[in-house]
């Protein structure tokens, strides 16, 4: 089992890999061998580590696609190949959807639907041969109502498509899947659902008594993009803990 879970020679890039979630992602694959690229708008004030290695950084804002591409050209630059994608870096401000600007619109989907492809492109060029594999972290919001998100679950949505349609183009050199995160416990999530107490409130009511820790995704993350998945593409894991409970039902308690 160790040995389908040894990413040793391997390359991975994982795109908002300087926090949060995409860091712990990052520092995962670092732990099982790889060797691993991260890129964001500004570095970071230390880059993950593990295993003797430390992750390489590239300045980018992947919603650019020449500088998408660019990320993909400098991991191979580095490593002299590319194995694994994890397109991480998304997420929305909150913003009620009748007053949200165009140029607002434009920016989210750009973020958590065109970055993804622009950099898929560019990763399947690359991942010559059979073995690569491509995963996209997309959420809960693409399969169910998202107030206040709308844009953001609208792209989501589209991302998990996409994922579905680019896995049966691209096989069987490169396997693509999609991760449909619930709710991730970490320190924007504080502010997000209103501090300690809301996230007392949020977990008490949910299936497993918590919200996601980032280390649930990153270990889905090294499931997928492992020879454990080796026939698993175009598939949306649901890493959310048995999900968020239907409302009507404490309606109905009274």
Sequence with gaps: MSVL?????????????????????????????????????????????????????????VRDPDQARR????????????????????????????????RFAEQILRLNLLAPLYLSQAACLAMRGPGGSIVNIA?????????????????????????????QEWAPSVRVNAIIAGMIKTEAALD?????????????????GRMAAPGDIADACLFLASALAGHVTGAALEVHGGGEKPPFLSLADG
Excluded: M, W
């Excluded at 990320?71 to 909150?94: H, K, Q, Y």
């Excluded at 609208?154 to 349609?165: C, D, E, F, N, P």
């Design 139 to 167: 959420s809960v919001s693409a399969v169910r109502p998202s107030p206040g998100t709308a844009v953001y679950g609208a792209a989501k949505a589209g991302l998990v498509s996409l994922t579905r349609s680019l896995a």
């Design 71 to 102: 990320v993909i050209e400098a991991a191979v630059e580095a490593f002299g190949r590319l194995d694994v994608l994890i397109n991480n870096a998304g997420g929305s401000p909150a913003s009620d959807a009748a007053t949200a600007s165009p």
């Design 5 to 61: 879970l040894d990413f040793t020679g391997k390359a991975v890039v994982v795109t908002g890999g300087t926090k949060g979630t995409g860091r712990v992602i990052a520092t995962r694959f670092l732990e099982a061998g790889a060797r691993v690229l991260i890129c964001g708008r500004n570095a970071p004030a230390s880059l993950p580590a593990a295993g003797g290695r430390e992750a390489v950084f590239v300045a980018a804002d």
């Design 192 to 208: 997000h659902y209103g501090g300690a107490e809301g996230l007392a409130r949020i977990e008490a009511a949910l299936p497993q």
